[in-house]
């Protein structure tokens, strides 16, 4: 089993951050959508929110271990793009890291600018950076402009996936999903 | 018998020097020597307390006329607090102040009817959330007089039990909790 990227593909630590990751960050936009929604008396008024939270300072995780795993290994080769797509594909890549950090940043100083800290599945606590009047507004709308931002990159990342499967016949999807082809 | 009288008259003066004249007064926001508090029943099981930190006010108050006292207050709905970040982020949204479509909320007295030994009804309208509607405060005098440092000042503190409903607060926070009752304590420094 390929455990490092090498230049023909994904190795297994990358392809399970990327989909594992990406489930996570799609479902905990839709737990975010659904749970500021939610009635006072809803059984999950308090549970919703302490999830979102929790998935999301480990998604904080996984992305700084993720961007140095990145920056640790060989980039799989991109030679069956074209010279537009490439360039298309890498902005998409690397700019993932920027607005999920941005996103994810955002939403701790929402819950912890009264100085409070984000408890994680009751296993740990990331403590407040200190109270700050008045923040959680402010990291509030950038939060929620942000979800938006990042699932529209992400739908274009997999709608371009697709077309690049499907229509190109190439082989990032698959790679992606099985691996190096040469191991 | 001239300095008999200007005896009497400062001997007055020193025995009713709380009965100042009718002046007008800027509540004290500045040295936060005022205060506006809310609470709201929790699941009917405790009280949720609250406060609006950024407010401004004045008010005229004759002691000998305290029917002509006037009020009026603005309140920057933005300054909610709770002490509980994302609650305060709640109480800012539409479901409750929205505070982006209603920055503001006013207090202007039109009536002050003393009930005596103090306290007073001072009714007059409430604007919150685009909604005007006349309330009654329930209103006591706490003190006056000069200050250590050159001033006057007079103190009062008024209350009053607020339908959410009233001013289009609809989220259901249960059945023990659709009202909110109001706290204003107020100083104001005359003015000069």
């Known amino acids: 089993m390929q455990i490092r990227d090498t230049i023909g593909g994904y190795g297994l630590a990358s392809r399970l951050m990327h989909w594992l990751m990406a489930i996570a960050i799609v479902a905990t936009f839709g737990l975010g959508l659904w749970m500021v929604g939610l009635d006072y008396y809803s059984p999950y008024y308090h549970a919703a929110p302490e999830l979102h939270k929790s998935v999301g300072i480990l998604l904080l995780i996984a992305l700084v271990v993720r961007f140095a795993w990145r920056l640790a290994n060989v980039r799989p080769d991109d030679d069956d793009l074209s010279p537009l797509e490439r360039?298309?594909?890498?902005?998409?890549?690397?700019?993932?890291?920027?607005?999920?950090?941005?996103?994810?940043?955002?939403?701790?100083?929402?819950?912890?600018?009264?100085?409070?800290?984000?408890?994680?599945?009751?296993?740990?606590?990331?403590?407040?950076?200190?109270?700050?009047?008045?923040?959680?507004?402010?990291?509030?709308?950038?939060?929620?402009?942000?979800?938006?931002?990042?699932?529209?990159?992400?739908?274009?990342?997999?709608?371009?996936?697709?077309?690049?499967?499907?229509?190109?016949?190439?082989?990032?999807?698959?790679?992606?999903?099985?691996?190096?082809?040469?191991? | 018998m001239q300095l008999r009288l200007a005896s009497v008259a400062m001997l007055a003066a020193l025995a009713w020097p709380a009965a100042a004249p009718a002046a007008d007064y800027t509540i004290d926001s500045k040295g936060a020597h005022a205060s506006i508090n809310f609470r709201v029943k929790h699941l009917g099981f405790s009280w949720l307390t609250g406060r609006f930190d950024t407010f401004t006010g004045t008010f005229s108050y004759d002691a000998k006329a305290p029917e002509a006292a006037k009020v009026s207050v603005e309140i920057d709905t933005a300054s909610v607090s709770s002490n509980h970040a994302e609650r305060d982020k709640h109480l800012r949204d539409a479901d409750f102040l929205d505070v982006a479509k209603f920055p503001k909320a006013t207090f202007v007295s039109k009536k002050v009817e003393p009930a005596g030994d103090g306290k007073a009804k001072v009714t007059g309208d409430l604007t919150l959330r685009g909604v005007t509607k006349e309330i009654v405060l329930d209103a006591e005098y706490i003190g006056g007089g000069a200050d250590p440092w050159g001033g006057n000042r007079v103190g009062f503190a008024g209350t009053a039990s607020l339908p959410l409903a009233d001013f289009g607060i609809t989220f259901n926070l249960g059945p023990a909790s659709k009202e909110v009752e109001l706290t204003l304590n107020v100083e104001g420094v005359e003015n000069k």
Not at chain 1, 104 to 125: C, H, K, N, Q, W
Not at chain 1, 143 to 167: C, M
Request: overall charge positive; cysteine-free.
């Open chain 1, 87 to 183: 360039t298309a594909a890498r902005v998409v890549h690397w700019g993932f890291y920027p607005l999920l950090l941005a996103l994810m940043v955002s939403g701790y100083l929402i819950s912890t600018a009264d100085g409070r800290p984000i408890d994680v599945f009751g296993l740990f606590e990331v403590p407040s950076p200190g109270e700050n009047k008045g923040l959680e507004d402010a990291a509030g709308a950038i939060h929620a402009w942000l979800s938006y931002v990042v699932i529209a990159v992400a739908a274009v990342h997999a709608a371009a996936a697709l077309k690049h499967h499907v229509i190109d016949r190439g082989r990032s999807l698959s790679r992606m999903w099985s691996g190096p082809r040469s191991n």
